[in-house]
Every structure is written in structure tokens, then in C-alpha cells.
């Protein structure tokens, strides 16, 4: 292999690496929004109905002054609870499985690729050595 065609490989090993890291990257982020989105279903579908004011939230306002009280928190995590459904429990799993899949798909054409890659760099450090060791014959 000449060292042209060597280095060239290599850059393109380099940048299938660069590229499925970023997709990896990207799956991994949607996977965290899926979860949060299912945490806030499962979260909406099991809290208590809502909790008539108590002398202890009227403290709390009090000691507070300006942080929210467990009512407007509420409002703010489940604007609408009309919207959660046990079937979006069943979606949501249904989607962090694909992307599961998918991630370790791409886990493991990662490290097909890297090993490709050291083994071409390999090729290539073995290339130059013998390429020096016949100029120095």
C-alpha cells in the first residue's frame, strides 16, 4: 500500500469516525428527551389529584416570599394532564427501543471502523519503517 493511498484511507476512516460519533451523540440526545418526555407522562398519570391549599402552603409562601408554591409548580410541569395517556407510556418505550437498537448499531460500526483505522495506521507506521530501512541500505 503507498503511503498516498495509506493516508488517504485513514482520512476516511477519520471522518466515518467523526460522523457516526455525531450520530451516536444525536441518538443519545433524543434518548434523553424520550425518557424525560416518559418520566413526565408516567409522573402526570401517578401524582395525587390536586391538593387543596393547606395552612403548611400559606407558610410556605410565607417563608418563601417569592418561590413558587406546589400549585403553580404543578401548572408548570403539567400545563395540561388532560394530554398524558397510559398509551403514551407504551410509545415512548416503543421509540427509546428503536433508538436503542439504532445506537448499538452504530456502537458497533464505531468500532468496526476504529479497528479498520488502527489497523491501517499499523500498515501504514510498518510502511514508512521499511521505507526508511531499504533508503539507509
Known sequence: MTTSTAA?????????RRDLRREIARVR????????????TLAALARPEAVASTGLDA???ALAADAP????????VWPDSATFATGDLASLDGIDARL?????LLSETLDSVTALMIDALGR???GHAEARESEHA
Not at 8 to 16: G, Q, T
Not at 100 to 104: K, P, Q
Open 100 to 104: 436503542d437498537t439504532y445506537e448499538r
Open 8 to 16: 488517504s484511507m485513514i482520512a476516511e476512516l477519520r471522518f466515518r
Open 59 to 61: 407558610a410556605y409562601d
Open 29 to 40: 440526545w433524543w434518548r434523553r428527551l424520550v425518557q424525560a418526555r416518559r418520566d413526565l
Open 124 to 126: 501504514a507506521h510498518h
Open 69 to 76: 408554591n406546589s400549585t403553580e409548580l404543578a401548572a408548570a
